[in-house]
């Protein structure tokens, strides 16, 4: 009798997850059927959504139900805590799996080359991230002594990392921010942040709900330049052909000439300033100096020769992720992905036998959460091709048995999906005392602990 399909996905955030789904609904689940094992390296799943997303977008953490639906189900299983390839190899995947798909993300932050990053005060804003959403892996404090702060870009990033640091402590107290951020929170000194676009308004790549957010808050006023709000041919083109382009754009232009209010905290949003040096003294940010750009018809656009020097004493970089290189893997420096056809793994020209990629470590860390989704499908897809063609690896031991045995010998301690729903109620009932949904834990051991790990 044939034995179900067994495949072993690297990382369990939204992309694993998803491929997992493609795999459960395919002709494949059911006959001869699926065996699905996720590998993550944190204790607990759900990857970017847990520590990538901020605190106070519940309505996108809310996917998570969606992802549960996923992981109940019997064929597939959470191996926690196990980081790839210290605690198990891809010779050694492939020994118990016909096929494995790697879904990790990304975690560092894309390098900004210009001077003074190196300055005490510049920040990467994937630490700041990582800080505020409570990852084991980043220290527990964060220095909030500026009053005021430069944000570098003009993505969902850069909005996430200016909204946390305008809003106050007590605003995100009723979401999930562990005890040490509230109070890191507390100590934040900032009463303005500037947010600097080298581009339009028609350029921005921000998300409309999400930069309307911004004005929500009671305590935050969002300011425009009215100079700011200019578009040529290629800018008027962009917002014709892409709505949401055209919602960001007129919710700019509703910001730039209304009266500035008296909420306690501004937000200024900044576009044709190009970044062109972090300023120092004694190794410490005391500024930041731009560029002003003007378009050049296109929607592109070119540097004026005049410079603006900014008095800011922090500078956060938000100017996009960088996927983390997986060893024996093939490797596209430029792209910070692994190369890839249809999420088959390409090396020397040839697919590299049994081995996928999906979600960011293919395609670079770009759109939104449910984007993967596509990406998810038509590298089953072709998985699924191959399995059927019989061009996968024949697993040495297949049984599933084998990996609990061999993660077991090795002493590695590792959560399981029922160990989730154990660290579940302990964030739950952590949370209630304070009339809080949930508390998440920041130490790794406490995380294990709870898990029954």
């Not at 382009?245 to 009266?259: F, G, P, Q, S, Y």
């Not at 200024?268 to 940010?285: A, M, N, Q, R, T």
């Not at 670079?364 to 998810?376: N, Q, R, S, V, Y």
């Amino acid at each position: 009798m044939p034995r179900p399909l067994r495949v072993a996905i690297v990382g369990a955030g939204p992309a694993g997850i998803y491929a997992a789904d493609a795999l459960l609904k395919s002709e494949a689940a059911t006959e001869p059927g699926v065996s699905i094992d996720l590998f993550e390296r944190m204790p607990a799943p759900f990857g970017l959504i847990r520590y990538g997303v901020a605190p106070d977008h519940p309505r996108i953490k809310g996917i998570i139900t969606a992802l549960h639906q996923v992981l109940d189900k019997p064929q597939v299983r959470l191996f926690g805590n196990v980081d790839y390839p210290n605690d198990i190899s891809l010779d050694e995947l492939h020994s118990f799996y016909d096929a494995v798909i790697f879904s990790t993300g990304a975690t560092a932050d894309r390098e900004l080359t210009i001077p003074g990053v190196e300055l005490d005060g510049s920040h990467g804003a994937a630490d700041f991230v990582s800080w505020y959403d409570g990852h084991p892996d980043v220290p527990r404090t964060w220095p909030l002594e500026a009053e005021k702060v430069a944000v570098l870009g003009v993505g969902n990033v850069a909005l996430d990392v200016a909204r946390i640091l305008a809003k106050t402590a007590d605003e995100l107290l009723p979401t999930e921010i562990p005890a040490n951020v509230h109070d890191g929170l507390k100590a934040n000194k900032a009463l303005e942040v500037h947010v600097f676009g080298r581009r339009g308004p028609a350029q921005a790549k921000f998300s409309p709900m999400e930069l309307r957010e911004l004005d929500h808050s009671p305590n935050i006023e969002v300011i425009v330049n009215p100079e700011d709000i200019d578009y040529d041919e290629g800018s008027i083109t962009t917002r014709r052909s892409n709505k949401q382009a055209d919602m960001v754009a007129k919710t700019l232009e509703n910001w730039a000439i209304r009266d500035i209010g008296d909420r306690p905290h501004k937000l200024f949003l900044h576009f044709f300033e190009s970044p062109s040096e972090i300023l120092g003294e004694d190794g410490k940010v005391v500024g930041l100096r731009t560029e002003r750009t003007e378009l050049d018809g296109t929607g592109n656009v070119k540097g004026t020769g005049q410079f603006t020097d900014w008095d800011v004493q922090s500078v956060y970089r938000a100017v996009g992720y960088l996927s983390d290189e997986l060893p024996k893997l093939p490797w596209d420096v430029a792209s910070g992905t692994v190369p890839d056809e249809g999420g088959r793994v390409i090396e020397a020209g040839a697919h590299l036998a049994s081995t996928y990629v999906t979600g960011w470590i293919r395609r670079g860390p770009i759109g939104l959460i449910g984007h993967t989704k596509g990406d998810a499908n038509e590298t089953v897809s072709n998985l699924l091709a191959d399995h059927a063609e019989g061009r996968l690896r024949t697993p040495a031991t297949p049984e599933p048995e084998a990996v609990e045995a061999f993660l077991s010998g090795r002493e590695i301690r590792f959560t399981t999906w029922e160990g989730w729903y154990k660290l579940d109620a302990a964030e739950k009932a952590l949370g209630e005392p304070q009339g809080r949904e949930r508390v998440k834990p920041v130490e790794r051991e406490e995380m294990l602990k709870a898990s029954g790990a």
